[in-house]
């Protein structure tokens, strides 16, 4: 049976420390795999090979405690792979378990790992994915306290308690639903890159998406907000008109309309493909569109419509960010203004738009392919309380009868 020793290699410098590696031993064949673990001579014990703790050295105590900790975790994941291999492949060789323990080794805690699959993600041009990836990664560290945890650590009790810590924080169920989707799938690409063994983790967390208030406004406030006096080109002035080119253009998402460029309107048709599918669309170029694009053009030297992004000053995506934010912060003010009493967002002009089709008899199907949605499904989440609200109606019909 193969079997791992930890042996410690003494620096030849006096005073200066020296290092631990492992010793795997196979059908009595021996190799060495070196770690990274520094230690002074006093702290290893050659006859209990194990490591000795000054516990009166609170400096070094620690980062002992750490290094054995990861020891712990490395004899843990050499058992599993011993116990992988005997499974699959039956005959081995012990070169085969130093292959697997070192590939596993790079990438064996979450935070490590996660951040890999994130610059994975940039590196193939997946924005949006690494961002939600990197979002879940940012509230997990919080719930850690910025202390990584080795990925074979990730069992049911933690995957509790993380989910107890965010209830606490006032996270909403949509938003804790969203992270434990994007770790669970974090751990399952563990499993199946054989970095972990399937525990199922996750069996106990309810996984899955509440119903939204939704974020639609009747059209009487789109009116209002139209005709508001605001000062022009002030910060309430943009978030209103970027707000109602949204709304003109069928629910164009905010980070479309700033990657808008002078080449996508051709002959009185605007075309553009947006960042979230892929998906090409293309909008008759009406004059309520022009007056608010011709207002807010950009440069001459520039290529997008909108003077909203400038890629001569770094990061656009990052750009796009902070202006989405300014935006949305100076909608929530005019919402209160013209009465609303739901948070105004550049999102509510996409679920207003819909909504108001559908109120004016518009076929979903045709506002489906409209808003470049993927199927009706997704067009119904945008429409179910105009729905509830025909059902309620139709409801009130029928009482009056009795």
């Known amino acids: 049976m193969a079997s791992l020793k930890i042996k410690f290699r003494p620096s030849t410098l006096k005073g200066k420390e020296g290092i631990l590696y492992y010793q795997i031993i196979h059908q ?19 006859k209990s090979e194990d490591i000795q703790v000054d516990y009166l050295n609170i400096n070094r105590k620690d980062y002992l405690d750490s290094i054995q900790y990861k020891i712990l975790n490395d004899k843990r994941r050499f058992e599993t792979i011993v116990q992988r291999l ?21 990438n064996s805690s979450l935070f490590i790992f996660m951040e890999n699959l994130i610059a994975l993600y940039k590196k193939h041009g997946q924005h949006r994915t690494s961002e939600t990836y990197l979002s879940t990664l940012n509230s997990i560290k919080r719930f850690r306290n910025g202390k990584d945890i080795e990925l074979i650590d990730i069992d049911n009790e933690l995957i509790i308690s993380y989910e107890h810590y965010l209830k606490t924080e006032g996270v909403q169920h949509n938003t804790i639903s969203f992270y434990m989707h994007r770790l669970r799938a974090v751990y399952n690409k563990a499993v199946d890159q054989e970095l972990i063994e399937q525990k199922y983790p996750f069996k106990q967390i ?15 406030y789109i009116k209002r907000l ?10 309430k002035d943009l978030a209103r008109d970027i707000f109602l080119f949204s709304f003109y253009t069928r629910g164009m998402s905010f980070i479309d309309i700033a990657y808008l460029q002078k080449s996508d309107l051709k002959n009185g048709t605007l075309s553009y493909r947006r960042k979230k599918t892929g998906q090409k669309l293309f909008i008759k170029w009406e004059s309520c569109m022009e007056l608010i694009a011709n207002k807010y053009s950009s440069k001459d030297s520039s290529p997008f419509i909108f003077s909203i992004l400038d890629n001569t000053k770094g990061d656009v995506r990052k750009q796009c960010h902070n202006t989405l934010t300014l935006i949305n912060r100076n909608l929530k003010i005019i919402g209160k203004e013209i009465g609303l009493e739901i948070p105004l967002t550049m999102y509510v002009a996409r679920h207003s738009w819909a909504t108001t089709a559908r109120s004016e008899g518009v076929p979903i199907s045709i506002i489906s392919e409209g808003m470049g949605h993927a199927n009706e499904k997704t067009t119904q989440i945008y429409l179910a309380s105009l729905e509830n609200k025909v059902i309620d109606d139709a409801n009130k019909k029928i009482l009056k009868l009795l």
């Open 226 to 235: 139209k005709a508001l006096e605001l000062k022009e080109f002030s910060s």
């Open 28 to 46: 009595r064949v021996i190799r060495q795999v070196t770690t990274n673990f520094k230690l002074f001579i006093d702290e290893w014990n050659s």
């Open 86 to 106: 005997a499974i699959q492949n039956g005959i081995f060789s012990v070169d085969d378990i130093v292959e697997r323990f070192r590939n596993q080794s790079v």
């Open 206 to 220: 309810k996984i899955g998406i509440e119903k939204t208030i939704k974020r639609a406004i009747p059209i009487k």
